[in-house]
């Protein structure tokens, strides 16, 4: 990717603490790396989980109790939450990719379902309260992240980490492969790749980033809750990686600082926030599905020129080198 | 025993009530190519149509004594809700016909939040009872084998009616002989004659109209509740995975197993009750991953 936009998103990010509340730029962050994840799944392999929050919320829950009632530091704590996301998604992946489109869907769906009743009715997880006080702790024994500085920088260091991790992936032949799964699976099948492996490979890969993601939003607010593993988050992540551009790398990131940003402006009119999120998500849906990095990069094109691209988002992520049919 | 019995007729009960909701997202699914994500939201809708038809609707246009009673809402709430359907299949889902079907998906999510987000404004999410159950539904009957309540065994009774009605119309007339084209080949069928696009959309009205009749069954039993449709919704999701899409029998069969199951899981081992459904969906994936009724 683009040396510029990597440098610009590392000021930006050194300087934000500076000019925003810290815990609103953490949280900013949290989500943008969650969305991140998720993107990989929809945005470069063509598969619509709406189970994401499963991952975020189980990783939170687990990286909380880890921390605080095993003792363990931050660092091991939000390893072990995102390996216990990528295990979860590794058994909610095997089933799901069993079956096609939005079959997929409602299949994530009702095993995070799952998931959630388990937090809800758990003897460990403080049912309708959530985990509370989980302590920040000492990263490395060292480090003491109870100071909002040194937390953020550690969030920002993760959501670099996660974002690279991302883009790396997409840009190698393994993500080439994925790719070619999103655009036609049963070429791809005929070309001899291994599809459910790949299929499957992603879905790990994207679980375990949502439990990175989790597990540091856990350690940030110091709790979680059932609002983490709740139907809602998932939907809202896809609402993110949507408003923002399927399948563009940057547009995740802006749509979750979108979103969550509309979250916190609009807290005082209260339930009417979900009818104004759904409303985006038809808007989205019927005339914006290129959402806004994908729409500006149209923008780009048609004013400065560049390779044409067909394409008119009849798939939800459809390459920029799709052939016109 | 008893128990078991009784909490399995109150499942099946409930299952009536899946068995209709995946009735209508199956005949949709059909036709439009959409899974109807806003399913729930139209149940929810249903009841509240009840609700306010009974307790508010009067006193808003200026006539206190003016009750909408149950009787009527089971006739006016599926009329209402499947216009409510028409209007946005006109106006929103036939403008993604020829897009990816994740993407009805999302469009009908975005539907479900702005009507769930609605309500729950000005109604309570920890529910409000409705005071109308007519008084020969009150009290128990005696069905020889078990005392069960009048009202779960009324409900029961007119849901399985709706149901096989429903099939019947869809398996053996001639208006379900077009829609069953239509599901096949739907320019073929255009080709005949037939005004698709009008089908599309009273099929669309049907399915919501069934789920608000759903909803106005359930509204005595549960009290209304702005999220009553999103806890529906996605336990619907995982009977129409486990039973398929493909047939109408098969929903209806499934359905009402599933309720069963639950109610009998209630008895058995109660903390399980509420993720039964998903359990048995993921042994059917492992088993048959095409679902028990389905072909993909």
Known sequence: MNRWLWIALIVLGLVAPFVFYPVFVMKLLCFALFACAFNLLLGYTGLLSFGHAAFFGGAAYITGHAVKVWGLTPELGILLGTAAAGVLGLVVGSLAIRRHGIYFAMITLALAQIVYFVALKAPYTGGEDGLQGIPRGQLFGLIDL?????????????????????????????????????????????????????????????????????????????????????????????LMTLLGGVGTLLGPVVG?????????????????????????????????????????????????????????????????????? | MNAILVQAMLGLNNGAFYAMLSLGLAVIFGLLNIVNFAHGAFYMLGAFVALIGLTQFGGWIGVPDLQVNFWWALLLAPLVVGLIGMLVERTMLRRLSGLDHLYGLLLTFGIALVLQGFFANFYNTAGTPYPGKPEILEGVTDLGFMMFPTYRLFALVFSLVVCFATWFMIERTKLGAILRAGTENPKLVEAFGVNVPLLVTLTYGFGVGLAALAGVLAAPIYSVSPLMGADMIIVVFAVVVIGGMGSIMGSIVTGLSLGMIEGITKVVYAPASSTVVFLIMAVVLLMRPAGLFGRE
């Open chain 1, 146 to 238: 109870e100071q909002s500085l040194n937390m953020y920088y550690l969030v920002l260091a993760i959501f670099l980490g996660g974002f690279w991790l991302v883009a790396r992936v997409v840009d190698s032949p393994f993500g080439q492969v994925l790719k070619a799964i999103r655009e036609n699976e049963p070429r791809a099948l005929s070309l001899g790749y291994d599809v459910a492996r790949f299929k499957l490979i992603a879905f790990v890969i994207s679980a375990a980033l949502a439990g990175t993601a989790g597990a540091t939003k856990a350690l940030v607010f110091q709790f979680a809750t059932l609002t983490d593993v709740h139907w809602a988050t998932s939907g809202e992540v896809v």
């Open chain 1, 256 to 325: 979750a600082f979108t979103v969550v940003s509309l979250h916190s402006k609009l807290s005082f009119i209260g339930a009417w926030v979900t009818v104004i999120i759904g409303a985006t998500f038809i808007v989205c849906v019927l005339l914006f599905r290129r959402g806004i990095v994908g729409e500006l990069a149209e923008l780009y094109r048609k004013q400065f020129g560049g390779p044409r691209r067909p394409n008119n988002h009849k798939k939800l992520a459809p390459s920029p080198r799709q052939r016109e049919a």
